[in-house]
């Protein structure tokens, strides 16, 4: 019998975060180092917000409120209403979640703290992942 897979089966555990404090510059140049489209925002061990790579571009857009967007911080741009689940979270019901909330991405928690994310990018990957192992067995000699 096959069992319904975890959050933990897709998730990005540990993933890169920056502190709130962190120059939006700063940020963008750890989304890019980590290949990353969002990162958790930290206060001390806390998470406060989630920054996205549409936040960046928001930011960087004509008419945001800033006048100098290296005035900007990781803190003043991130979404603060995060949506989170616990580690042991059956995927169904995190992505059934993510769906009705038109969400991008949910935090992970293991007691309080953070233990992953995970995205519609994780979400694509498992899938793809599925599907190949499903419909495409290691034994086909059609396979190239």
């Known amino acids: 019998m096959r069992h319904m897979p975890t959050i933990t089966e897709l998730m990005t555990a540990f993933p890169a975060h920056v502190d709130e404090s962190t120059s939006l510059a700063e940020a963008a140049n750890h989304m890019a180092e980590h290949h990353c489209h969002h990162l958790p925002v930290m206060k001390d061990h806390d998470v406060v917000g989630l920054l996205s790579r549409a936040d960046l571009e928001l930011a960087r857009s004509p008419g945001h409120s800033m006048n100098d967007?290296?005035?900007?911080?990781?803190?003043?741009?991130?979404?603060?209403?995060?949506?989170?689940?616990?580690?042991?979270?059956?995927?169904?019901?995190?992505?059934?979640?993510?769906?009705?909330?038109?969400?991008?991405?949910?935090?992970?928690?293991?007691?309080?703290?953070?233990?992953?994310?995970?995205?519609?990018?994780d979400a694509a990957e498992g899938f793809s992942h599925w599907l190949k192992k499903t419909y495409l067995p290691d034994d086909d000699p059609s396979i190239a």
């Open 69 to 121: 967007i290296s005035e900007l911080t990781a803190g003043d741009m991130c979404r603060r209403d995060v949506a989170s689940v616990d580690l042991h979270t059956r995927l169904d019901v995190v992505l059934d979640q993510m769906h009705s909330r038109g969400e991008e991405a949910v935090l992970v928690y293991k007691r309080e703290r953070l233990a992953g994310i995970f995205t519609l990018q």
